[in-house]
């Protein structure tokens, strides 16, 4: 069963659909294995007993983000807050993928309410990166992503407010895509900024990400920002061919702070790119300088705003208390982890009185000029390179006393989920000390396949996705 470790996600599902593998004997292979090694990496939440899935279908195991709801199991995103709570529905997303066959195998750990981007604000304590444990694994969705990047398992679901999929996606040396807003029904994900949220899937390679995306796209019901627009099959986008595809550079993306390794990974990056015919358009981005404030006054309002239900009267923790008023003091001051009182108060800050129309309104006037943006840059090009993040995986605590220090890690991710549009990050390299390098391709609204059709022929022509971390080498 070892061999396991080198199939991808939907070679595994060919051979237990063709009988060739044992449903159940890779499920127990897949929760052993994360078993073993969450000792040391700390990536899940809580790993199943059994499989959670429909009884009647055959499928592989997949990791869900401890902020989607699973009907009957602990939901927790991660915080003290909400440590006991079960989720009395299942996500859409659930649905889906129970219905696929999917098997799910636990929840992982992630930064508390997904706010983080190193998964060092988790009250079950911090994720560590599969290819360096004394550093991070990106967050918010660093438990899925070192998940999939130590093959405990072979799909994981994150969700992405500011880069919080592509992010640690790319510190982990996996694939991590953000679809457009409202390609995938936000019903059960346990909201952080409702406006920038989006579900979206981690895996090892293009193949995997396309089919998993089939799965979870969709019109719902149940979410009224969920899109109607048609999907496509993404499968037909599995295609090695980037010829006369116009690719943009922007400025902006490649000045100071980036580390100059993650800038020779991306320069090799475009070579690639070149030699199979794609052409590139030096493009601006001009507002980009300011995506990083308005994201934190836009998010942090959201936040304040949807963090209010949890006020220790309906559900989760409540603390012992003399009165109503000191039944919120309470419960809310032993709950919420230090990030989440920060975001909580700068929010509740932007949106007072006095200050909504100098901060919140003011920063959705900047968030229409970034999207203008990338609509004017669109004109020229199909899609957009970038880097994933200004650096590779940095020390854990290295940054964990400098706030702004931290924002700036998802200065590169942050746009795309203002501007509402589909963002991958795919692996494209090592640093001289074997840490991972991801590029982001960022696409027009709905238009996921042109950015699986580049991603997919990068592949093609590379083998950084096949690379294992150290301790699955050894």
Partial sequence: MEDLIA???????????????????????????????????????????????????????????????????????????????????????????????????????????????????????????????????????????????????????????????????????????KPTYGRISRYGLIAFASSLDQIGPVTTNMVDCAWLLNVLCGFDQYDSTSSQAAVPDFNNSLVDDVRGLNIGLPAEYYGQGLNPEVKSRLDETRAVFEKKGAKFVEINLPHTEYAVAVYYIV?????????????????????????????????????????????????????????????????????????????????????????????????????TLDPLSMYLSDIYTISANLAGLPAVSIPCGFTKENLPVGMQLIGKEFDEATLIRAGYSYQCATEWHKYLPPMIAD
């Fill in 299 to 399: 998010a942090s309002s959201e936040a304040s705003s949807n963090l209010q239900r949890f006020d220790g009267i309906r559900y989760g923790l409540r603390e012992k208390a003399s009165g109503l008023k000191d039944v919120y003091f309470r419960s809310r001051a032993a709950g919420f982890g230090a990030e989440a009182k920060r975001r909580i108060l700068l929010g509740t800050y932007s949106l007072s009185s006095g200050y909504y129309d100098a901060y919140y309104v003011r920063a959705l006037k900047v968030r229409r000029l970034i999207k203008e943006d990338f609509d004017q840059a669109f004109k020229n090009v199909d899609i957009i390179l970038t880097p994933t993040s200004p650096t590779p995986a940095f020390k854990i605590g290295e940054k």
């Fill in 7 to 177: 199939l991808t996600g939907t070679q595994i599902a060919e051979q237990i659909n063709n009988g060739k593998l044992d449903e159940g004997e890779v499920f127990s292979f897949f929760r052993g294995r994360a078993k073993k090694l969450n000792a040391s990496l700390n990536s899940f939440v809580e790993i199943y007993e059994e499989p959670v899935g429909a009884a009647d279908t055959r499928g592989v195991p997949i990791a869900i983000k401890d902020n989607i709801c699973i009907k009957g199991k602990r939901i927790t995103c991660a915080s003290k807050i909400l440590n006991s709570h079960r989720a009395v529905y299942d996500a859409t997303v659930i649905n889906r993928l129970k219905q696929a066959g999917f098997k799910i195998i636990g929840t992982a750990n992630m930064d508390e309410f997904a706010f983080g981007s190193s998964t060092e604000n988790s009250c079950y304590g911090v994720v560590k990166n599969p290819w360096d444990n004394s550093r991070v694994s990106g967050g918010s969705s660093g438990g899925s992503a070192a998940a999939v990047a130590a093959r405990l398992v072979p799909f994981a679901l994150g969700s992405d407010t500011g880069g919080s999929i592509r992010q640690p996606a790319a510190l982990c040396g996996v694939v991590g895509f």
